[in-house]
């Protein structure tokens, strides 16, 4: 009871965050638990519920926070890489590729994780306001690229390129039998974007 008292909901809520990495990153999502995650931060399981109505909300509040990390490192990429665009883009294929090998337990479950049936579908608005964060890091350089195309055909060049980065991922990491060094992916990842950049360039019109 005295370790309760000495932790906001705040604090709880982050020591359930953290553990619940812990256990996914180590053992994947189907080993999470609430009981697993009580024991490991020396709370009762009602206390979890009492931050995380059920384990649906808890996985995607920390798929959430995957995916904001993932932004936060492409953006930092971004303004490293920020002089020469094609190898911006190529940086930034790179660390998407390089973070998913890195947390594969973790990345996976962002698109596979599906709720039980006995739970509401979460709201996907969620995810699609996280991931447009993360494919604008590609448009940036994108629209530097060839600032006389419209932000609409911007937009859709950059969802395009990070959903063929985000399957050569998913082909190479978590396909089977398929096996990949990351070397293999970066390899991979910028044969996607140098032939991405030289056809999507090849459509502009002749000035």
């Known amino acids: 009871m005295a370790r309760r008292r000495k932790h906001s909901l705040t604090e709880i809520r982050d020591m359930i965050l953290d553990s619940a990495e812990e256990i996914i990153t180590r053992d994947g999502v189907d080993k999470l638990t609430a009981r ?4 490991d931060i020396g709370y009762t399981v009602g206390s979890i519920y009492m931050v995380f ?19 936060a490192r492409l953006a930092l990429v971004r303004e490293q ?13 790179k660390a998407y590729l390089n973070y998913a090998s890195r947390n594969i337990n973790r990345w996976q479950i962002v ?4 709720a039980p049936g006995n739970v509401s579908p979460i709201d996907i608005d969620w995810l699609q306001q996280r991931i ?8 940036i350089p994108l629209h530097q690229l060839a600032p006389q195309r419209p932000e609409p055909e ?14 050569i991922g998913t082909l190479f990491l978590i396909g089977k039998p398929i096996a990949a060094t990351p070397d293999h992916l970066n390899d991979s990842g910028i044969l996607l974007v140098r032939n991405f950049i030289r056809g999507w360039l090849a459509e502009l019109p002749a000035q």
Request: charged share 20%; proline share 2%; aromatic share 8%.
């Open 36 to 39: 697993q995650i009580a024991g």
């Open 132 to 139: 447009d964060v993360i494919t604008r890091q590609f448009a």
């Open 81 to 93: 890489e920020a002089e020469n665009k094609e190898q911006c883009l190529e940086e930034l294929a």
């Open 154 to 167: 911007i937009t859709l060049a950059a969802r395009s390129l990070w959903a063929g980065i985000h399957g």
């Open 53 to 71: 109505p059920s384990m649906t909300h808890l996985i995607t509040h920390f798929n959430a926070s995957t995916l904001d990390n993932v932004a």
């Open 111 to 114: 698109f596979d994780y599906r």
